[in-house]
């Protein structure tokens, strides 16, 4: 397949970043060639992650999958796009989806409104911010998973929600089971995981972290595969 060449051409960069262990993103580029991208169950739960940005800035989307039979998360999709326009992302996220089936979540930055209404309304989901945001502060008051509510995910970028995330993507790469699985042919993503770098306030620096809008659509990913026990998985 189209995969192939880029597979044995890939040359990994050793990153400096100081988020994720490098021994743990090796293990599971490593646990990843076991896994054909383009290879997946078309009934499989899957997770699409956005970090949006139109003119100015790319466009990232990643696509994990819950292999249920070897309980690990698979990354599937991991790409970012230059100067893609409002109505151009629309049309690739739903080409996507149809591509892949069965996308039980969409995560996106809560930031972005007008993505966030355009792909509820188009699925036929209930488009209200109102609404939107009182379900989003329903389920935080009750420690509830607002992902069980609704399939397209506002994911809110608070100081406290950016911190959770980087955690919580860290203790599922570091986790001694090897949950995660990413394939040699995401370059830009294993880059980023390994160049990533935190800030004086302890959250990601976009500036010193290598293809940082895919390391953002990793960190949603996470939100959607909490870190359990073993024997929760």
Known sequence: GPLYPQYYAAEFIEGTGNIFNIEAI????????????????????????????????????????????????VILY???????????AIDLVFRLIKQYGRVVNVGIDMSSLELIMS????????????YITSKLSHCAKHSLNPAQYMTIVPIPFTVTNKAYMIS???????????????????????????????????????????????????????TFFTFKSSSDY
């Open 78 to 88: 991991a790409n970012e796009f230059d100067k893609l326009n409002y109505d151009e």
């Open 168 to 222: 919580n993507c860290r203790r599922l790469l570091e986790d001694s089971r090897s949950l995660v699985a990413i394939n040699p042919v995401f370059n830009n993503l294993i880059i980023g995981l390994k160049s990533s770098v935190v800030d004086n306030r302890g959250l990601l620096d976009k500036q010193e972290t290598k293809s940082h809008d895919l390391v953002v659509t990793f960190q949603i990913m996470g």
């Open 119 to 130: 792909l509820k309304k188009k699925i036929g989901e209930r488009a209200d911010w109102n």
């Open 26 to 73: 090796n293990r599971a580029v490593e646990l990843g060639k076991q896994y054909n991208p383009e290879e997946f169950d078309p009934i499989s739960d899957k997770y699409m992650c956005l970090d949006p940005g139109y003119s100015s800035s790319k466009f990232a989307i990643l696509i994990a999958e819950w292999n249920r039979r070897d309980r690990k998360i």
